[in-house]
T-cell receptor, first 117, second 114 residues
Framework: GALVYQYPRRTICKSGTSMRMECQAV??????VAWYRQSPQKTFELIALSTVNSAIKYEQNFTQEKFPISHPNLSFSSMTVLNAYLEDRGLYLCGARDPRASAETLYFGSGTRLTVL | GEQVEQRPPHLSVREGDSAVITCTYTDPNSYYFFWYKQEPGASLQLLMK?????EINEGQGFTVLLNKKDKRLSLNLTAAHPGDSAAYFCAVSAHNNAGAKLTFGGGTRLTVRP
């Protein structure tokens, strides 16, 4: 079956520093990867969508300068939170699309929970 | 772009009662609909995915209804139990969206009291 692993599960960083999180698709080739953030007590906001053979598309309020994403192959993606501050804390989810699955299904990893001190 | 409104934001029911969560969306091109469950401290668990052509879907202990005319999607937990206590999110995706961009509702925090 389709599995998505995210690493690390939890991380703590000092304000102003950066942290990198990884997303690995297992058992399928992810034709697109979406990164979401869930801030405390809120819903999931799309940060960016990375589709094979296309440029990474960032949503409003999110920029490549702040959240650079690497998507070197169909099974791996990473995102860095640069210069993290308190408002960046939350749960970061990676969703990978399995083209074999119906209904444009995104399979989500367990998330990386970021705490900023 | 797509906007998804989810109601209610908080819901508390007694064990055995039903619980209904509703989402409305704006994009008439929306074609794929999802319900996710998020337990405390955990990630998203896919409960059900619904296509545009499907109006009623039954899962284990719940029913999903889709009304395209009203652009409304609902999740009905028929006999809630304490294990159903979690946050529930609907998500909507437009047809032929090769990038599979999901727009989430605001979430409903369900508490089932014994």
């Amino acid at each position: 079956g389709a599995l998505v692993y995210q690493y690390p599960r939890r991380t703590i960083c000092k304000s102003g520093t950066s942290m990198r999180m990884e997303c690995q698709a297992v058992g399928f080739q992810a034709t697109s990867v979406a990164w979401y953030r869930q801030s405390p007590q809120k819903t999931f906001e799309l940060i960016a969508l990375s589709t094979v053979n296309s440029a990474i598309k960032y949503e409003q309020n999110f920029t490549q300068e702040k959240f650079p994403i690497s998507h070197p192959n169909l099974s791996f993606s990473s995102m860095t939170v640069l210069n993290a501050y308190l408002e960046d804390r939350g749960l970061y989810l990676c969703g990978a699309r399995d083209p074999r699955a119906s209904a444009e299904t995104l399979y989500f990893g367990s998330g990386t929970r970021l705490t900023v001190l | 772009g797509e906007q998804v409104e989810q109601r209610p934001p908080h819901l508390s029911v007694r064990e055995g009662d039903s619980a209904v969560i509703t989402c409305t969306y704006t994009d008439p091109n929306s074609y794929y609909f999802f319900w996710y469950k998020q337990e405390p401290g955990a990630s998203l668990q896919l409960l059900m995915k619904v296509f545009s052509s499907t109006e009623i879907n039954e899962g284990q202990g719940f029913t999903v209804l889709l009304n395209k005319k009203d652009k409304r999607l609902s999740l009905n937990l028929t006999a809630a139990h304490p294990g159903d206590s979690a946050a529930y999110f609907c998500a909507v995706s437009a047809h032929n969206n090769a990038g599979a961009k999901l727009t989430f509702g605001g979430g409903t925090r369900l508490t089932v009291r014994p």
